[in-house]
């Protein structure tokens, strides 16, 4: 098979810095012969043109990408977000760095699909106007902007913000490019856009852990109006940006004439039992038990060495590791990686013949035609 001249080996080498591996590792990751990489670095025709398309869908490029002459420029490969949050977290893993580029690149099909899908009834960005408003203030703004009822869990915080136009993600358990890994203290990032901002939660083992990152980074779109990505150090920041994102998402999620339904008198002694105390409560709000032991904590209600106490036996509690679930149901995968009105815009698409079957597929994650057929029928209700 015919082989590539003209593949410029600087821009294969940008890649394999840009997402911090060797250019081994590549030939391992892509199943392609060391020697051809070899060639290729030696200016000589090096790949075929399959083997060019793999290494480009390998690095999130396109084909062309390795074939222009002139060097990389970082300000028009890597979008403005992408540069914001790799300047905050320097140490950011080269996985997490493909898929803020993942998100990036999901985000650019749902909106050039919604604005293609005739009749397409969704939403539009419009946030509230925060300017000059404490978290508090600003926390009760958007809780009415998103219509929230007192009791919630991950799913309806989810739906109501993708129903004021903005994308939620969440990662998924399974090892492979949607996923956030265990041992990655990235919690969740946000970026910012003015049309359609977006959102990615890190899968963790109760959704309630999942609620608070998720509100936080809401927190950064509507107050801050930039991109930002956290990890656990910010989620528990007293001071700066992520402390006013934290005191927004606290107040959100437990407004303060939520708390009248906590009786004192009837906090345990012990802190181990403050789950048990708090299960109501919880279940009602879809929070952590720790969330509600911070407000009451700002309320002046908790002392802060009874939470400081919680929060280490917490700590010391081994999490029971689970699986990544059941790929018997990987047709609905995409619906909980992607969002519920990602997901039906492409069906949508699909349905009024904007796009073919094949591209389906492929804008839900790679689903087989019959995972799509199934996942119409799951949304038909069938």
């Not at 009834?121 to 929230?148: C, I, M, S, V």
Request: with cysteine; hydrophobic share 40%; glycine share 6%.
């Amino acid at each position: 098979m015919e082989r590539i001249a003209g593949i410029n080996p600087n821009r294969f080498l940008w890649c394999c810095a840009d997402r911090g591996i060797s250019v081994e590792e590549c030939a391992s990751a892509t199943d392609i012969a060391m020697a051809n990489f070899d060639k290729l670095l030696a200016g000589e025709p090096s790949l075929t043109f399959n083997q060019l398309r793999k290494v480009a869908e390998y690095f999130g490029r396109g084909v062309l990408f390795f074939l222009e002459q002139g060097p990389v420029n970082d300000a028009t490969v890597h979008s403005a977000q992408f540069r914001t949050l790799a300047n905050q977290k320097p140490e950011l893993s080269a996985r997490i760095k493909a898929l803020i580029e993942r998100v990036e690149h999901q985000r650019t099909i749902y909106l050039t699909l919604r604005d293609e899908v005739v009749d397409g009834n969704y939403p539009h960005f419009a946030p509230p106007q925060l300017d000059g408003l404490t978290p508090k203030q600003a926390a009760a703004a958007a809780r009415a902007w998103l219509e929230l009822e007192p009791s919630n869990n991950f799913e309806s915080y989810r739906r109501a913000i993708e129903a004021q136009g903005l994308l939620v993600f969440r990662s998924n358990g399974y090892n492979g490019k949607w996923q956030i890994a265990k041992e990655s203290p990235i919690l969740g990032f946000s970026l910012y856009d003015p049309e359609c901002p977006a959102i990615v939660v890190k899968k963790q083992a109760a959704d309630a852990q999942q609620v608070f990152t998720l509100m936080h980074e809401l927190g950064h779109l509507l107050l801050h109006r930039s991109s930002s990505i956290d990890d656990d150090e910010d989620m528990h920041a007293r001071g700066g940006q992520e402390q006013e994102a934290n005191a927004f998402a606290g107040y959100l999620l437990i407004p303060d004439d939520f708390l009248p339904a906590i009786f004192d008198q009837e906090r345990p002694d012990d802190v181990a039992l403050y789950d048990d105390w708090l299960t109501e409560h919880r279940k009602c709000w879809g929070v952590s038990s720790e969330v509600i032991l911070r407000r009451l904590m700002d309320s002046r209600r908790l002392p802060r060495q009874l939470y400081a106490a919680y929060r280490q036996w917490r700590n010391e509690q081994r999490a029971e590791d689970k699986d990544g679930g059941n790929r018997a149901y990987r047709h609905r995968e995409p619906k909980h990686v992607f969002g519920e009105v990602y997901v039906r815009t492409v069906l949508d698409a699909l349905n009024g013949k904007r796009i073919s079957l094949s591209t389906a597929c492929s804008y839900l994650d790679n689903l087989k035609i019959k995972d799509v057929r199934l996942l119409e029928r799951h949304y038909a209700g069938v």
